[in-house]
C-alpha cells in the first residue's frame, strides 16, 4: 500500500511538480507494482480487488499524456488515436501491472469509432488527423488479419465514414485507386477513397469497408455506337495504364 500512497502523493502534487519529474517519478512506482504482480496476478500484501479500487478511485492513479486516468479510460500503447483516446504510459517492466489493472488493447469498434469521431469534428481530412487516421486503419488491419473480429463486424464497418474525392463518405460503394492519374480522372465522377496512405498499406482493409478497388483491368472496349466520349478521361486513363 506504501507504493499507493506515494502515487497518490504525486497526483496531488502535480500541479506544483515538473512534468518530467513527475512522469519519472511515477514510472518507477509503476515498475515496482508491476514487479509486485508476476503475470498479472495478485501479490502477497495487495490483493487485485483492493489494486483496482485503489486505482478506480477518481480521478485515477494512471498518468496519461492527458492527465490521470482509471483503468477504464485506458488503453495500452501504442497511442495510435492520438489525442482521441488516452493510453496507459510507455514505461518499460509495467506489463504486469497492466495486467493485473485489466487495461485492455484497442479493437476494432475502438478504431471505428474514432473514425466516426474525426469525420465529426473535422470537415476535412488534414493535419494530425491523418496520421490517427492512416494508424487507426492499419490498426484495423492488423486485427482482421489476426481474426479478430467477430460475425456483425462486416456491417459495422460498411458504415464506417472514409475520406473520398467526394468529402466524407458514409454511404457505399466508395472506390480505390492506387494510381494517382486516375484518381484525379475519376474524382468528379465517383468517390475515390483517400486513405492517407498507399492502398497496399491497409488492403486487407478494403471488402470489409466495403470499398472496391479499381485497376487498369476494370476498363474495357464497348462499340462505338454505345460509347460516351470523355476525351479528358480517355486521355488521362490511357497516360496512366
Request: contains cysteine; hydrophobic residues 40%.
Amino acid at each position: 500500500m506504501e507504493l499507493v500512497r506515494h502515487l497518490r502523493g504525486l497526483r496531488a502534487q502535480a500541479a506544483e511538480v515538473d512534468g518530467e519529474k513527475l512522469a519519472t517519478e511515477s514510472a518507477v512506482v509503476y515498475q515496482a507494482l508491476s514487479a509486485r504482480f508476476p503475470g498479472g496476478r495478485s501479490a502477497t500484501d495487495m490483493n487485485l480487488q483492493t489494486l483496482l479500487r485503489e486505482f478506480a478511485d477518481l480521478p485515477g492513479l494512471i498518468l496519461s499524456k492527458r492527465g490521470w486516468r482509471r483503468p477504464g479510460e485506458v488503453l495500452l500503447a501504442p497511442s495510435s488515436f492520438g489525442n482521441y483516446r488516452d493510453y496507459v504510459p510507455g514505461v518499460p517492466q509495467t506489463e504486469n501491472l497492466w495486467r493485473a489493472l485489466q487495461i485492455r488493447d484497442a479493437t476494432i469498434d475502438d478504431c471505428l469509432n474514432v473514425m466516426k469521431e474525426v469525420a465529426l469534428r473535422r470537415k476535412t481530412l488534414e493535419g494530425e488527423e491523418v496520421a490517427v487516421v492512416v494508424a487507426t486503419l492499419r490498426m484495423i488491419q492488423e486485427r482482421l488479419r489476426a481474426g479478430r473480429s467477430d460475425a456483425t463486424l462486416p456491417r459495422r464497418m460498411r458504415k464506417a465514414p472514409l475520406w473520398t474525392t467526394k468529402g466524407w463518405a458514409r454511404d457505399r460503394p466508395v472506390y480505390a485507386v492506387s494510381d494517382s492519374a486516375i484518381v484525379q480522372a475519376l474524382a468528379d465522377h465517383i468517390p475515390v477513397w483517400i486513405p492517407g496512405c498507399e492502398i497496399s498499406n491497409v488492403s486487407a482493409c478494403l471488402e470489409p469497408l466495403g470499398v472496391k478497388l479499381i485497376t487498369a483491368g476494370d476498363s474495357h472496349v464497348v462499340q462505338p455506337e454505345n460509347a460516351e466520349t470523355d476525351d479528358a478521361v480517355t486521355d488521362i486513363f490511357a497516360r496512366a495504364v
